[in-house]
């Protein structure tokens, strides 16, 4: 007798850890985390920008419950090789790579989860930018790793994930006239983070209650992009409002002739602004949060 009960509960220990695992919350969408779904899309803009191109998605400071190009932007992927730009998903690191065979170099914080980006690294990804080189970052909210990814953020000029933005289901539609708003009416965020911004970047797209969600920063004869969501061009999202409009239009603008370049401040110089503003930026955000 005491045998069975000692086998009962073993299996119901199995039970309840079998359970805790198949409801574990995805935080960059604050619901359990669900089985990749693959798209098949087709472009509803048609190319505005340009064919090929070279897409750089880093994966090497380790991805979050499936957020990488071969699994939960697998539509997204195949999208721009429609349009003949390769997309290498790289895991060996930018200090591995020849960041000059790249023309996008996309930096995700759901592809960042463990480990934070190095000043070393940083220093590669700044003069890939300043060469003409296009950064894009998809950040988002409070509770996802963006300490990973904000000293990176910090150097361009923004900080990300300041908060966790409400109500979760979040429509923008209150952005500045830019290429990569071009026909799009509405996007459609999922739990996202608001952002902040100093020189270089400057915010373009707000929230209803005028947070800003999205910015845009030119550094060198470089752009750089950054949104406060991860999920409007995944698997699940893409689909969403003008989300999928929206993703053309960004690799679109992303992958645009490199430009004459503008004054950039010091590596150092940057940075020391970059630590202020994510300083500044959480002081203020737990100082309202107690009001």
């Known amino acids: 007798m005491a045998m069975k009960n000692i086998y009962s509960i073993i299996l119901f220990i199995i039970v309840v850890n079998s359970n805790l695992c198949l409801s574990q919350t995805d935080l960059a969408t604050g619901f359990d985390v669900v089985e990749n779904n693959h798209v098949i899309l087709t472009s509803v803009a048609g190319n505005r920008g340009v064919n090929g191109g070279r897409i750089l998605w880093d994966t090497s400071h380790g991805i979050y419950v499936g957020y990488s190009p071969t699994g939960r932007y697998s539509g997204w992927k195949n999208l721009m090789e429609t349009f003949e730009r390769e997309v290498l998903e790289d895991s060996t690191?930018?200090?591995?790579?020849?960041?000059?065979?790249?023309?996008?170099?996309?930096?995700?914080?759901?592809?960042?989860?463990?480990?934070?980006?190095?000043?070393?690294?940083?220093?590669?990804?700044?003069?890939?930018?300043?060469?003409?080189?296009?950064?894009?970052?998809?950040?988002?909210?409070?509770?996802?790793?963006?300490?990973?990814?904000?000293?990176?953020?910090?150097?361009?000029?923004?900080?990300?994930?300041?908060?966790?933005?409400?109500?979760?289901?979040?429509?923008?539609?209150?952005?500045?006239?830019?290429?990569?708003?071009?026909?799009?009416?509405?996007?459609?965020?999922?739990?996202?983070?608001?952002?902040?911004?100093?020189?270089?970047?400057?915010?373009?797209?707000?929230?209803?209650?005028?947070?800003?969600?999205?910015?845009?920063?030119?550094?060198?004869?470089?752009?750089?992009?950054?949104?406060?969501?991860?999920?409007?061009?995944?698997?699940?999202?893409?689909?969403?409002?003008?989300?999928?409009?929206?993703?053309?239009?960004?690799?679109?603008?992303?992958?645009?002739?490199?430009?004459?370049p503008v004054p950039t401040l010091s590596s150092i110089g940057l940075l020391l602004f970059g630590f202020l503003l994510t300083g500044f930026s959480l002081f203020f955000s737990r100082k309202t949060k107690t009001h």
């Not at 990176?152 to 409400?166: L, P, Q, R, V």
């Not at 550094?219 to 750089?224: A, C, E, N, P, R």
């Not at 409007?232 to 893409?238: E, P």
């Not at 929206?246 to 430009?259: H, K, S, Y």
Request: proline share 5%; charged share 15%.
């Open 93 to 260: 690191g930018v200090l591995n790579l020849d960041l000059s065979g790249f023309d996008v170099l996309i930096i995700n914080v759901v592809s960042s989860w463990d480990s934070p980006y190095t000043i070393n690294e940083i220093t590669e990804i700044s003069s890939f930018v300043s060469d003409g080189g296009t950064l894009v970052f998809l950040s988002d909210n409070s509770t996802t790793h963006v300490e990973n990814i904000n000293p990176i953020c910090n150097f361009f000029g923004s900080a990300t994930g300041i908060s966790e933005i409400t109500p979760l289901d979040l429509v923008i539609q209150d952005f500045i006239n830019h290429p990569i708003f071009q026909d799009v009416n509405q996007i459609f965020y999922r739990a996202a983070g608001e952002i902040s911004s100093i020189p270089p970047s400057e915010v373009v797209a707000w929230t209803d209650a005028d947070e800003p969600i999205l910015a845009i920063a030119r550094y060198g004869s470089g752009k750089v992009l950054f949104t406060g969501d991860v999920n409007f061009m995944d698997n699940t999202y893409i689909n969403n409002l003008d989300n999928q409009l929206f993703t053309e239009n960004i690799f679109d603008w992303a992958l645009q002739p490199r430009v004459a």
